[in-house]
């Protein structure tokens, strides 16, 4: 299956980073997000990215440029999907809106076109079962940030066709990922073992156990993780933390599952984490520094 044309849907956190790295490698990229506004901050947020990996003597300018012309941008996934060979879908991690996008792509995507899904938790053979196509709809869970992060995590769906998984593994190392394919129960391999722990994190909080700084720095100095669970959970969104709790929740029916009432309030709250400027740290654009929230002062 020869792959040129890759159309993205959703452009946010996710979506601008994928739509990067397949533009960095040669391919020509639509990106496609029902908000314009979004659209703008993508590019904006990729040529930042790009800026960084020129200074860094990764990049030269030139290659940088023909990246930026490698994207362009649509508010239509009918228009945005119309000469695509793959759709790689990174759109809020809603079931409901997942399936009536993908109705929507298996209606206007060429017939070979694969459909993939860069969902962290919600099932692939579900979401394969609402096109005519699910032998060729499959999992490609990217990690945030995606120009940084290694790992590819594929995900066959119950009728994800060997073909088409070995021609997203290989493209994958393409883009110089590390594929590792696992199969479609909830929260896959990534998810269903971190979700648990930021979950833990969030109780431990919760509680009054330790504070937001205590708990990150017994996480990163004790077990050598790179960030706390607390600031990484700001990081992937509090929304998106709290979406796959659920279907891990409601997929396995078991109450170890089940989401801190912390996390479920400050979504509730629209304390999103870095995304609204504001989850168990404060935001503020420019500074790196990290400032525990007043909220658990
Ligand atoms: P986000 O909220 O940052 O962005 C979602 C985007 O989807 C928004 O720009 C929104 O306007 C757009 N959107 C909503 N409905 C749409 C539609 N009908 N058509 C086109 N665009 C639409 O979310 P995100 O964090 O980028 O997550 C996207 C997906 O990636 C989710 O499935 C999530 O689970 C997954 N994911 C997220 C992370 C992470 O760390 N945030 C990591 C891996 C995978």
């Known amino acids: 299956m020869g792959i040129k044309n890759v159309s993205v849907i959703g452009a946010g956190t996710m979506g601008n980073g994928i739509a990067h790295v397949f533009a960095q490698s040669g391919f020509k990229v639509t990106l496609v997000d029902v908000n314009a506004a979004q659209l703008e901050k993508a590019i ?41 060979n793959l759709v790689v879908e990174a759109a809020t991690e809603n079931i409901n809106l997942k399936l009536e996008i993908f109705k929507q792509l298996d209606a206007a995507a060429p017939s070979g076109c694969l459909l993939a899904s860069n969902t962290s938790s919600i ?33 066959n769906g119950y009728a994800t066709s060997k073909e088409v998984n070995a021609t997203i593994t290989a493209l994958s190392k393409q883009l110089g990922k590390v594929p590792c394919t696992v199969n479609d129960y909830p929260g896959f391999i990534a998810n269903r073992i971190l979700m648990p722990m930021i979950n833990e994190a969030i109780y431990s909080l919760f509680e009054g156990v330790a504070g937001v700084e205590e708990i ?18 700001d990081f992937i969104g509090l929304d998106v933390c709290l979406s796959i709790l659920k279907v891990l929740y409601d997929g396995f029916g078991n109450p170890k599952y089940a989401p801190c009432p912390l996390l479920t309030n400050m979504v509730m709250a629209g304390k999103l984490g870095a995304k609204s400027g504001e989850g168990f740290y404060v935001y503020t654009a420019g500074s790196k520094e990290l400032v525990v929230s007043e909220s658990f002062k």
């Open 123 to 155: 099932s692939i053979t579900k979401i394969a079962a609402v096109t005519k196509r699910p032998e060729l709809v499959i999992g490609m869970h990217f990690m945030n940030p995606v120009p940084v992060m290694k790992l590819v995590e594929i995900i």
């Open 44 to 84: 904006a947020t990729i040529s930042k990215n790009l800026d960084r990996q020129v200074s860094k003597g990764v990049l030269t300018e030139e290659q940088k440029a023909t990246t930026l012309q490698n994207i362009t941008t649509n508010t239509s996934i009918a228009d945005g999907v119309a000469h695509a």
């Open 216 to 233: 990150d720095t017994v996480m990163k100095l004790g077990m050598a993780h790179p960030m706390g669970p607390l600031q990484l959970a």
